[in-house]
């Protein structure tokens, strides 16, 4: 848990030294997909895992690796260009605000106890505080609501994939691999539109989205399997929590940024919000079988389910 929430949470500070490595957006999401679909496929080959090769599954795909692969990725590069990566790795902990909202949108959700609705409400209060829109200089701009987009569209995204990919068979670390090499494909459209570089490259540019794509993105994902299957998803949905931690200590740390009081606090009303928003029912009477409807599974029983049901990177 401890590694994998490093390795998520230092996604930010790499789009942060990438961008200022001369990179743009569109090379930053094509070289970042590219580089962890071939993590994935190496791993996925090595495991006895093929690839889907039904049309139906890979056109989910498509839709899915839009949502959670492309699109945000490219719209938090854009977001930092101006948005501090510490304050982008908690914007991103918003996710689960959103998909509370889409899932009871789409009756997914039945029912909001008053305690998710108070984390739902304290969730969006700390973003509002985070944003401050009623102060001149503000982080209300082109680039924090683009960070805040990129969060939806994974919320987006999950309820998706929810519905159309998890449990219906395929092994979830070569379903990841294929999912990402569809995100490929968007990154490669999206670099002429963009171009190559917004100014010269340098070395620790192509250092950074490196270890961005291999070690965030590629690693990341199998860890994320791996930690489900041993674990169980509810266990790997709290890596989610540390993710904003690490972003914000390695952007204090590596990259000097500050931040104010206002934004700490924001930082913190947030991550309660959502902390809140996850908690589960309490268990019911027992089945004739002993189990409990709302009660925890096991990691074996999670086996077969991939990163999607937690909330992202």
Known sequence: MGLLALLWGSAFLWIELALSGGLSPG???FVRCALGALVLL??????????????????????????????????????QRSVDSGVAGVLNATTPLWSLLIGLAIGTERGLRPVRLAGLLLGFAGTLLIFAPWQHGGLVGRGAL?????????????????????????????LSAAQLLAATGFGAVAVPVAGPATGSIAVSGVV????????????????????????????????GYLVPVVSVA??????????GARVVAGMA????????TRRQAPPGPARPDGSRPGALKSGREFRGVSRWTGPRR
């Not at 093929?50 to 990725?73: G, S």
């Not at 390695?250 to 931040?259: F, I, R």
């Open 27 to 29: 090379v930053i999401t």
């Open 42 to 79: 190496l791993l996925s080959r090595r495991a006895g895992h093929p690839l889907p090769r039904d049309r139906a599954t890979w056109a989910r795909l498509l839709v899915a690796a839009f949502f959670c692969n492309a699109l945000p990725f490219a719209l938090f590069a854009i977001g």
């Open 146 to 174: 683009a960070v805040l987009a990129a969060a939806l569209s994974y919320a987006v995204a999950f309820a998706y994939m929810g519905r159309t990919l998890v449990g219906r068979g395929g092994d979830p670390l070569a």
């Open 208 to 239: 950074a989205v490196v270890v961005l794509g291999v070690f965030a993105t590629g690693f990341t994902f199998a860890l994320t399997n791996r930690l489900i299957a041993d674990e169980g998803a509810t266990t790997a949905a709290t890596v």
């Open 250 to 259: 390695l952007g204090a740390l590596v990259l000097d940024e500050e931040l």
């Open 269 to 276: 009303v947030v991550l309660v919000g959502v902390a809140l």
